[in-house]
């Protein structure tokens, strides 16, 4: 256990619909990235908090959105959802910003998106 | 954004022999190179970095090395088990924050 929680663990839903997921970091760890994890693009970052600033984005669609509220856990809204956006999405955290830090990830949400 | 091209894709093991898994990387400044380990409908669950001020690093049955001047670092497990069964991914830095690019991941099966 990462001592990362993720919430739901899985979620159907349809195209066109709006969801968002939870992620709790780990206790102390002040950055959240998430990534997606899909059979053909492999695991691609999106963003990165720390502290509640936004801190990197990468591959991020503008469809999709995050925030990190002052207790550090933070949301992934997704939204006008296509099929393409199937996919298992994980959250990491880890404690500080200095490259070393290690990432450790959450169980991951799994959306269908039919 | 830096690519980490990780191969091979897939790799069949007997137990007990040595399975080795490489990765290329582009940017030379970058400092820390982790391996992650992740089972079916599991998140990654980091195994073993290293930084490359050193050339080799062991836990266990898992090494790593790291050659600087051909930017490539590897994962080899001694001693396989079946429970090692899993997709490895090597990852590096990204260009932004402290983001991960990860390589495609290479899935190991370890035949009893």
């Known amino acids: 256990d990462s001592g990362v929680t993720q919430t739901p663990k899985h979620l159907i839903t349809a195209t066109g619909q709006r969801v968002t997921l939870r992620c709790s970091p780990r206790?102390?760890?002040?950055?959240v990235y998430w990534y997606q994890q899909s059979l053909d693009q492999g695991l691609q970052f999106l963003i990165q908090?720390?502290?509640?600033?936004?801190?990197a984005k990468g591959n991020i669609l503008e469809r999709f959105s995050a925030q990190q509220f002052p207790d550090l856990h933070s949301e992934l809204n997704l939204s006008s959802l296509e099929l393409g956006d199937s996919a298992l999405y994980f959250c990491?955290?880890?404690?500080?910003?200095?490259?070393?830090?290690?990432?450790?990830f959450g169980p991951g949400t799994r959306l269908t998106v039919l | 954004q830096q690519q980490v091209k990780q191969s091979p894709q897939s790799l069949i093991v007997q137990k007990g022999g040595i399975s080795i898994i490489n990765c290329a990387y582009e940017?030379?400044?970058?400092?820390?190179f982790p391996w992650y380990q992740q089972f079916p409908g599991k998140g990654p669950a980091l195994l073993i970095a290293?930084?490359?001020?050193?050339s080799e690093k062991k836990e266990g049955r898992f090494t790593i090395s790291f050659n600087k001047s051909a930017k490539q670092f590897s994962l080899h497990i001694m001693d396989s088990q079946p429970g090692d069964s899993a997709t490895y991914f090597c990852?590096?830095?990204?260009?932004?924050?402290?983001?991960?690019?990860f390589g495609g991941g290479t899935r190991l099966m370890v035949k009893p």
């Open positions: 990491a955290s880890s404690g500080g910003l200095t490259s070393y830090n290690e990432q450790f």
């Open positions: 206790s102390g760890d002040l950055s």
């Open positions: 908090y720390y502290n509640g600033e936004e801190r």
């Open positions: 940017n030379t400044a970058f400092d820390y």
């Open positions: 290293i930084r490359p001020d050193v």
């Open positions: 990852a590096a830095p990204g260009n932004a924050g402290n983001m991960l690019t």
